[in-house]
């Protein structure tokens, strides 16, 4: 059994901080790419950060890029979304997953925790 579970998230007034966590079970987290999505209401869902599972390469969304740091502990096989400088518009419903590579199909998902940012 595949399975990601999503914790950490919660409210936080803008310019503030979360860490979000992902504990995987059930495969060998270094053997595929995750990557951190989110959905905010009336919107698509969106990806927000991935560790490459051929390199090790991160990558963000534009829109987090300086203020997001993904980051893993493969003893704990559990990935790590940092967030810094928290905007209202990143209000959302976070996921993680797991799949082949960044640019591919994430198969496996988490339940999701909820980011709230007050302004």
């Known amino acids: 059994e595949v399975q990601l579970v999503e914790s950490g998230g919660g409210l936080v007034q803008a310019g503030g901080s979360l860490r979000l966590s992902c504990a995987a079970s059930?495969?060998?987290?270094?053997?595929?790419?995750i990557g951190w999505f989110r959905q905010a209401p009336g919107k698509e869902r969106e990806g927000v950060s991935c560790?490459?599972?051929?390199?090790?390469?991160?990558y963000y969304a534009d829109s987090v890029k300086g203020r997001f740091t993904f980051s893993s502990d493969n003893a704990k096989n559990t990935v790590y979304l940092q967030m810094n400088s928290l905007k209202p518009e990143d209000t959302a419903v976070y996921y993680c997953?797991?799949?082949?590579?960044?640019?591919?199909?994430?198969?496996?998902w988490g339940q999701g925790t909820q980011v709230t940012v007050s302004s």
């Open positions: 997953a797991a799949g082949w590579e960044c640019d591919g199909n994430f198969g496996s």
């Open positions: 059930g495969f060998t987290f270094d053997d595929y790419a």
């Open positions: 560790i490459s599972s051929s390199d090790g390469s991160t």
